[in-house]
C-alpha cells in the first residue's frame, strides 16, 4: 500500500490569525495550561490541544472526570494525532499516536451549542506509550485490545471547540475530511482490504503558501 506523501505545513495568514484569534478568546474564557497553540517564528501553527470529554474505540471508552485528563493533540510539523489519557486512580499518563498517513478519513460533526464529534478511520493500528519513571515508553494496547483491532475511533468536545475550522487549515487533514465515512468495508484491522484509489497517491504533494 502506498504511503501519502509530506504535507506542506504553511498556512495562509488569513486563516492563521482567524485561529490564532478565537483560540487565544477561548483561553481568556476558560484558562488552561492544557489548551494552547505552539507557533513558530513566522507564524506557522505547529501544534494545537483541545480538551476532550470521551474517547471511544470499539467497546472501550474513555470519559473526562474533569476535562482536563482526556486531551487530543493535533502535530503539524510531526504530520500525527495524539490523545492523551491520564488515569486518576494511578496517576499513570497514556497516549495513543496516529500518524496522518495511516488515517483513510475524518468525519467531523460540529453543530452549535452541541458537544462537537471527530472520527477517524485507520489504515494502520496506532501505536501506545504510558508514562513511566518520568519518561515516555512504548507499551501493549491499554483499550483491552480495542485500538490494535478496531479501526474507527471516535472523540467527543465541549460544545465551542471548532476543530473542523483547523481540519480546514490544511489541505490534506480537509482531503481526509471530505471522503465518505467510513470509507472502508471493514471496521477490522487483519481483514483484507483493497486499497480504494483515493488512497494511492502518485504526484508530488501540494504545499499551501502563505
Not at 505545513?9 to 485561529?19: A, D, G, M, N, T
Request: hydrophobic share 35%; with cysteine.
Amino acid at each position: 500500500m502506498d504511503l501519502l506523501p509530506p504535507i506542506g505545513l504553511k498556512f495562509p495568514k488569513s486563516v492563521i490569525q482567524e485561529i490564532i484569534d478565537e483560540l487565544e478568546f477561548k483561553k481568556r474564557q476558560r484558562e488552561t495550561p492544557l489548551q494552547r497553540t505552539t507557533l513558530t517564528a513566522n507564524k506557522t501553527i505547529t501544534h494545537v490541544c483541545f480538551l476532550a470529554t470521551m474517547l471511544k474505540i470499539g467497546a472501550f471508552e474513555f470519559k473526562s472526570q474533569n476535562e482536563v485528563n482526556l486531551v487530543a493533540h493535533c502535530y503539524f510539523e510531526h504530520q500525527k494525532f495524539l490523545w492523551g489519557m491520564l488515569d486518576k486512580s494511578t496517576n499513570i499518563k497514556y497516549k495513543i499516536e496516529i500518524m496522518w498517513q495511516d488515517i483513510s478519513a475524518i468525519r467531523i460533526v460540529d453543530e452549535e451549542n452541541k458537544p462537537g464529534i471527530l472520527e477517524i478511520e485507520l489504515i494502520k493500528k496506532p501505536t501506545f506509550y504510558h508514562h513511566i519513571n518520568s519518561k515516555w515508553e512504548s507499551s501493549q494496547d491499554f483499550t483491552d485490545g480495542h485500538a490494535a483491532i478496531y479501526r474507527r475511533h471516535y472523540l467527543e468536545f465541549p460544545p465551542g471547540v471548532n476543530f473542523k475550522k483547523l481540519l480546514q487549515s490544511n489541505k490534506h487533514l480537509l482531503e481526509l475530511s471530505q471522503r465518505p465515512f467510513p470509507s472502508l468495508d471493514s471496521s477490522f484491522f487483519g481483514i483484507p482490504l483493497i486499497t480504494p484509489p483515493s488512497l494511492i497517491y502518485s504526484t508530488p504533494p501540494v504545499y499551501i503558501s502563505q
